[in-house]
């Protein structure tokens, strides 16, 4: 940290000139910039915030900093999952939420250009409006649009849609230079040199700061009906998903989840969705599919032919979400899994490893296998349409550092075991500064060497987001 100078007080007046009254400093600081959505990774407080509302504010304020060496962590919601909003080097964070401006749409052309900090929840609803659709659907739903793309996040829609990267048209980034520049372009292909737009898609506001984006939509689908699976097993209920990929059934959502975790989720919400027995027998597992169409006809095959596939793989019923309030409860209790653990938890931390499909079961009989050798409760759920899952750790009566003992034990296994099935350590979370003992030991020296040297090109002084994804500090 030697490297990086302080702020001084002519360094604030020069931003307070750019950014009138929307700098902070000491004790205006507002707890809410100190930290993300996972406590275990701590908290530090920067030394100024800045909350910028164009481009060219962003390119002002880096453009000092880095004259003068000042490390600076972008943000957004901070909704992250794994430090990487936290401001370990102090400095400044500069804050895109007030960029919040959808700024227009092209309908023909099939693209919305939003600001960075617009919220998903904003451009989702905002789209639908506008008889579209923004397919991408993580579960955090005020998160910004900025720190989706910065995080390539997933969500529940990727096992038909894709992920963020593939609605990712085009954006305008500032470098740690000050330099503005604007990469990709209102089309659906493009082989034209290195793709400076996909580096940055996933780099976690480590290579530059995402001011604006071009993004994909398509058509609003017509109808959407949503089934609830229930198995006696999760065994059973993992092996049914490759056989209702292979019926050609394209669900738009397939998610899976543990029977602790439902009752969790709706303990918290205070409302019943899911059955917990049948017919004598209990309910340890289920899953959660949606298919979407352009008529209800449609929709009836659909239904018909996945209640076969799915009965024939050992389901013991299924039901059907297809009235709006139950479709709606029954996503409310999936969307609210992580606030449920929050809420009822002290202690925990996260994985969101991901895997081939055809091994999730085999990668969490592993889980459970290892969970007694530690002094914390896991709490499993994901999307089994394309292998990502979120294992929560959690305890509320183990000390902070016997916990984080404890789960890096934990994690280093869970990791290696990922590896070893061909998988990767995270989906859409994300390495921040949490995981990145992790990312090494995966990747490997050369990788990590590559890497470095990207960042290095990018952000010589290393100011950007210092101590994220690969660059320790």
């Known amino acids: 940290m030697s490297q990086y100078n302080k702020v001084t007080p002519e360094l604030i007046e020069q931003f307070r000139q750019i950014a009138p009254n929307r700098v902070s400093i000491n004790g205006d600081i507002n707890d809410d910039f100190t930290h993300d959505e996972m406590p275990i990774y701590g908290k530090a407080c920067p030394e100024v915030v800045i909350e910028a509302t164009s481009t060219e504010e962003v390119a002002a304020v880096m453009k000092l900093c880095y ?177 209702i990929m292979l019926a050609h059934l394209q669900p738009q959502a397939l998610e899976f989840m543990e029977r602790e975790i439902v009752i969790s989720s709706e303990a918290y919400l205070g409302k019943s969705v899911f059955p917990q027995e049948f017919e004598g027998s209990q309910v340890n597992a289920y899953l959660l599919i949606t298919f979407d169409g352009e008529n209800a006809d449609q929709l009836d095959e659909i239904i018909e032919k996945a209640s076969e596939v799915v009965l024939e793989a050992g389901a013991l019923d299924v039901l059907v979400a297809d009235t709006p309030a139950l479709k709606k409860d029954a996503w409310a209790a999936r969307s609210s899994f992580l606030e449920a653990i929050e809420a009822q938890t002290k202690l925990l931390d996260e994985c969101d490893v991901v895997v081939p499909t055809s091994r999730i079961a085999e990668y969490l009989t592993y889980i459970k296998s290892i969970e007694a050798d530690y002094g914390f409760e896991i709490k499993s759920f994901g999307h089994a349409g394309d292998g990502n899952l979120h294992i929560y750790t959690c305890s509320n009566d183990m000390e902070l550092e016997e916990f984080k003992s404890q789960v890096h034990d934990f994690m280093k296994k869970a990791y290696a075991k990922a590896t070893e099935f061909g998988g990767l350590i995270s989906g859409e979370h994300g390495i921040g500064h949490g995981k990145q003992a992790y990312l090494s030991e995966m990747a490997g020296p050369v990788n990590m060497r590559l890497m470095k040297e990207i960042k290095s090109v990018f952000d010589p002084k290393a100011i950007l987001n210092p101590g994220k994804v690969c660059l320790k500090l």
């Open 67 to 243: 004259e003068n060496s000042i490390p600076v962590t972008p943000r957004g919601a901070g909704t992250g999952l794994t430090g990487g909003a936290v401001a370990l080097c102090g400095g400044v964070v500069l804050s895109t939420t007030k960029m919040n401006k959808i700024l227009g749409y092209d309908k023909e052309n099939l693209n919305v250009r939003v600001q960075s900090g617009v919220l998903l929840n904003d451009l989702a609803e905002d789209a639908i409006k506008q008889g579209l659709l923004y397919p991408p659907d993580p579960g955090e739903k005020f998160a910004t649009l900025g720190g989706n793309v910065a995080n390539n996040a997933g969500g529940m829609r990727a096992v038909k849609y894709g992920t963020t990267r593939d609605y990712v048209r085009a954006m305008t980034v500032v470098l740690p230079t000050g330099e503005i520049v604007r990469l990709g372009a209102s089309v659906s292909k493009s082989s034209s040199g290195y793709s400076l737009l996909h580096l940055m898609i996933g780099s976690e506001g480590t290579l530059g700061i995402i001011t604006e984006l071009t993004l994909k939509l398509i058509p609003q689908p017509k109808e959407v009906v949503s089934l609830i699976v229930l198995f006696e097993n999760l065994e059973e209920c993992i092996a049914a998903v490759p056989q």
